[in-house]
């Protein structure tokens, strides 16, 4: 496939165009975070999560200070999914030690009270801080916006947390399907919204985070999952044809072919319980893959770091790969660790 003038500067954006790039293009999911002495110190500033997420200045010195240090070949915009259900009028607070919390979904009356249509100015200071972003990324390095998967967020706006099954949404999804189906349009189409808004700032590409599809049986995974998240790819796709989507659609196994086949994402991030070689054999050979290091083994280092790299990049030879995590990055993971895991990637430099 031939490499526009706008990815040509970009390794990662090279690989999703079709290319297989040397050295392999990296970035880690939540590469900005508490791991980073830097980004606790930022975290003093604002008065809460969603605060630092709505502060475009601190948004962008987060989102900036792992490229200072570890010079990834993409940035991530530095937000959270919830952000999408607060701009649907719903209540979203991150307690400290307790993860997010929702007024919970738990029928007509909740729904009815959410706003018809997704409020972008409440987003605003999400697209100020991708243009605050852009304005001091190295030339070569990419943007990376994102966004939640409709039934990942319909989850937490149903349970008003995390839970470790998705127990509450998938009963809700069975009991009153026409309801759930209601509540994951609205999202889809406040997805598509959100991510033309992020794209029309800036970023170069988006990554849709279906952090838990893997919770659904396979017709409702083809249903609640892959259906929407294709309807969000193909939108994107006819308003802005050069932009590439990375889907990560976590925990769903051998389902991978048919999500790649059926989404029509361009790229397709893997967890940590995939197999590299089974990946590379079953998923269409025109999807880049993305991933699929286990965190833990990031934590570890030392010689389970270089066979696990080692193992990675010889799954992945002779198709387009980026380097990434299989699930996001641990606050305990050691400066020293991530240093080395570039340094395998990037032995000349």
Not at 248 to 273: E, H, K, M
Request: a neutral charge; hydrophobic letters at 45%.
């Amino acid at each position: 496939m031939a490499v526009s003038t706008f990815a040509a500067d970009k390794p990662l954006l090279r690989v999703l165009a079709g290319e297989i790039v040397s050295p392999t293009p990296v970035w880690l999911m939540r590469q900005a975070g508490r791991y980073l002495t830097e980004y606790r110190q930022t975290r003093l500033k604002a008065r809460s999560f969603l605060d630092l997420c709505y502060t475009p200045k601190l948004a962008a010195e987060v989102t900036l200070q792992p490229i200072r240090r570890f010079h990834f070949d993409a940035a991530i915009i530095f937000s959270d999914i919830l952000v999408v259900p607060d701009a649907f009028g719903q209540k979203v607070e991150f307690e400290s030690g307790q993860g997010p919390q929702l007024a919970p979904i738990t029928g007509a009356k909740e729904f009815g009270a959410l706003r018809e249509a997704i409020d972008l100015d409440r987003l605003e200071p999400v697209s100020e801080a991708i243009r605050l972003v852009k304005a001091e990324l190295p030339p070569k390095t990419a943007l990376i916006g994102f966004c939640g998967a409709p039934f990942t967020v319909a989850s937490y706006m149903i349970a008003g947390h995390g839970t470790p099954d998705q127990a509450p949404a998938r009963l809700f999804a069975y009991r009153d399907p026409a309801l759930f189906n209601a509540l994951i349009e609205r999202l889809t189409e406040g997805s598509i919204a959100y991510l033309s808004r992020q794209i029309a700032a800036g970023v170069d590409c988006v990554q849709i985070f279906d952090s838990w599809a893997g919770a659904l049986a396979p017709a409702e995974l083809a249903r609640w999952s892959i259906a929407p998240v294709k309807r969000i790819v193909s939108a994107l796709r006819a308003r802005y044809p050069q932009t590439k989507i990375i889907a990560f659609p976590r925990g769903i196994g051998l389902s991978l072919t048919d999500y790649a086949t059926a989404t029509g994402a361009d790229a397709i991030g893997l967890d940590t319980s995939v197999n590299p070689a089974t990946a590379a054999r079953l998923v269409p050979p025109g999807v880049v893959l993305q991933g699929n290091l286990d965190p833990l083994v990031l934590i570890a280092g030392g010689t389970p770091l270089t066979e696990a790299v080692r193992n990675i990049e010889t799954a992945f030879a002779g198709r387009p790969h980026i380097f990434n995590l299989g699930h996001g990055i641990l606050p305990e993971t050691p400066l020293a660790n991530v240093e080395a895991l570039l340094a395998l990637l990037r032995p000349e430099t």
